[in-house]
DNA sequence: GTTAATACCTGTTCGC
DNA sequence: TGCGAACAGGTATTAA
């Protein structure tokens, strides 16, 4: 389930790939991810040259020397593999195979087809219909306790509901916002409004802290992928609350066992004791 | 205008 | 063992 630091790691992982290269191949494998691809897709990339590669959210963005960008995101299956020479056989779900001037093969493989693949351009980038409205990038100073509860006031929704929405903050999925609101010692189901002062300020750390903490974990697997086959998109970190439900609560003192309830159609793990 | 529920998709897990 | 139901979840769309 690719949230920030995965999408980062995958490009971060891709980069010494892809940046300065140029794309020989561009196979589309079938007509749509989530949505339909773009009906010059192939052609406009073939021949280019990747100039940059970064990351917008859970957005991976492949800058093009004629302007285009390439938007990926990886939905929840969404898996980059990555071979130095063609693949023998592709995969069942492989939807798109790139291969640059130096031999190395890049594929999209994405089972579930929560992904999707876009072009813009640097100039529509920013207005672009997945990247409007996207709230601050939480690892930048635009996102900040004050930020957040000047975002939150207001909202008559739960806490984790509001971290989930995007143009609250960036990047943030299920996983993450349970994980950062028992580290900030609040519950899900607090009104999103009334966290404010530092309550505001201790959940922004607590989000900055996990996502960083996980990015590190994350990039510390990439040697892994430098070696051998690269399989970018997911890697194992361990979690003090999610998919923890019965298992005793982490912090020391407490040890009460996890519970887990549903709020707008998602898991939410947590501990009744430790987050208020 | 805001918030909640639903659709999309398929591999995996669970209960019978 | 086999089968079907439930579940996972990011985001656009629809409903309330």
């Known amino acids: 389930m690719p949230e920030l630091p995965e999408v980062e ?14 794309l020989v191949h561009v196979e589309q494998r079938r007509p749509d991810l989530r949505w339909p691809f773009p009906a010059d897709f192939t052609q406009r990339l073939t021949g280019q040259r990747i100039i940059a590669l970064r990351r917008r959210a859970k957005y991976i963005l492949a800058e093009l020397e004629d302007g285009t960008v390439l938007i990926v995101h990886l939905g929840m299956s969404g898996r980059l593999l990555i071979t130095q020479g063609r693949p023998a056989e592709l995969e069942k779900h492989d939807h798109v195979v790139l291969a ?3 031999d190395v093969w890049i594929r999209f493989n994405d089972a579930r087809r929560f992904g999707a693949m876009d072009l813009a351009t640097l100039e529509t980038l920013d207005g672009h219909r997945m990247l409007a ?3 601050p990038e939480p690892l930048s100073n635009a996102f900040s306790g004050p930020i957040l509860a000047a975002s939150l006031a207001g909202k008559r929704t739960p806490i984790k509901a509001a ?3 995007q143009r609250v903050v960036a990047g943030i999925g299920n996983i993450y916002a349970c994980e950062a609101l028992y580290r900030a010692g609040i519950s899900p189901r607090r009104l999103a409004a009334s966290v404010q002062g530092i ?3 201790r959940l922004a750390l607590a989000v900055k802290q996990v996502l960083a903490e996980a990015i590190a974990a994350g990039g510390s697997t990439l040697r ?7 399989e970018l998109g997911y890697f194992q970190h361990s979690f003090q609350v999610y998919d923890r439900e019965g298992l005793a609560c982490v912090t020391p003192e407490c040890g009460r066992p996890l519970l887990r309830l549903v709020q707008s159609g998602r898991s939410t793990f947590y501990c009744a004791r430790c987050q208020r």
């Open 9 to 22: 790691t995958v490009c971060r992982g891709l980069a010494p790939f892809l940046e300065g290269r140029r």
């Open 100 to 102: 640059t001037e130096e």
């Open 133 to 135: 409205g996207l709230g």
């Open 163 to 165: 971290l989930l929405d």
């Open 199 to 201: 309550r505001a300020e």
């Open 224 to 230: 892994d992928y430098r070696q051998a086959d690269g």
